[in-house]
């Protein structure tokens, strides 16, 4: 089963706006990271948090970590219609040896 | 960063047929992942792809129906053997080239559709 519940299941917002998308998990991780996928094609990787890192910034991307809470988020701030895709966390456990996915949120940003 | 070559894009097959997907990558990597995506899901991973040694499964997945080779440390394929509407998905290849628990990198991704 998913390690990773994210919601919302789908987002629409406009252009200038900001977008938050949450990501809940179980089990204890190494590391969290978020991904983007475009129109069902190969993920890309857009950020890692590690388990004692508590937020973290990639340009317009801004990723919390709450490890009490088993929960992350990402935020994308002042949206574009080229941020439209679907994005997935995915964690590495602490004693595993594979990546587990999220379930996604499909954003998309109108124009 | 790795940079992984996958195809074919995306195919149409015929119920009971095989078809087999490569992954080369530009870089020697231990481990390859295949993951496969239904419709509108998340990623599952088939199996781990090593190379010399045989493939490991998770569970609900059989090498019957997915073998998968390793021949060296740039090249992998997946088949998709017997396949039915069910096997409809995208298959996906991915590497951790610096180490497990790094950031993935994937191949464009395989959309299969069983008529």
């Known amino acids: 089963s998913q390690q990773g519940e994210e919601d919302p299941q789908a987002l629409s917002i406009q252009e200038g706006e900001n977008a938050t998308m949450n990501c809940s998990y179980k089990?204890?991780?190494?590391?969290l990271q978020w991904y983007r996928q475009n129109s069902g094609r190969g993920l890309v990787h857009l950020i890692l948090?590690?388990?004692?890192?508590r937020e973290k910034h990639s340009g317009r991307l801004r990723v919390t970590l709450d490890t009490s809470k088993k929960s992350s988020s990402l935020l994308i701030t002042a949206s574009r219609a080229a941020d439209t895709a679907s994005y997935f966390c995915?964690?590495?456990?602490?004693?595993?040896?594979?990546?587990?996915f999220g379930e996604g949120t499909q954003l998309t940003v109108n124009p | 960063s790795a940079v992984i070559s996958q195809k074919p894009s995306r195919d149409i097959c015929q119920r009971g047929t095989s078809l087999t997907i490569q992954c080369q990558v530009d870089?020697?990597?231990?481990?390859m992942f295949w993951y496969r995506q239904q419709p509108g899901q998340s990623l599952t991973l088939i199996a781990t792809?090593?190379?010399?040694?045989?493939?490991?499964?998770e569970s609900g997945f059989v090498i019957d129906k997915f073998p998968i080779s390793r021949p060296n440390l740039t090249f992998s394929t997946l088949t998709v053997s017997n396949m039915s509407p069910e096997d409809s998905s995208i298959y996906l290849c991915?590497?951790?080239?610096?180490?497990?628990?790094?950031?993935?990198?994937f191949g464009q991704g395989t959309r299969l559709t069983v008529v």
């Open positions: 991915s590497v951790e080239d610096r180490g497990l628990g790094t950031e993935a990198f």
């Open positions: 089990t204890s991780i190494n590391n």
């Open positions: 948090i590690r388990s004692n890192e």
């Open positions: 995915a964690t590495y456990s602490a004693s595993g040896s594979r990546l587990t």
């Open positions: 870089s020697q990597v231990t481990m």
């Open positions: 792809a090593n190379q010399g040694s045989e493939a490991t499964y």
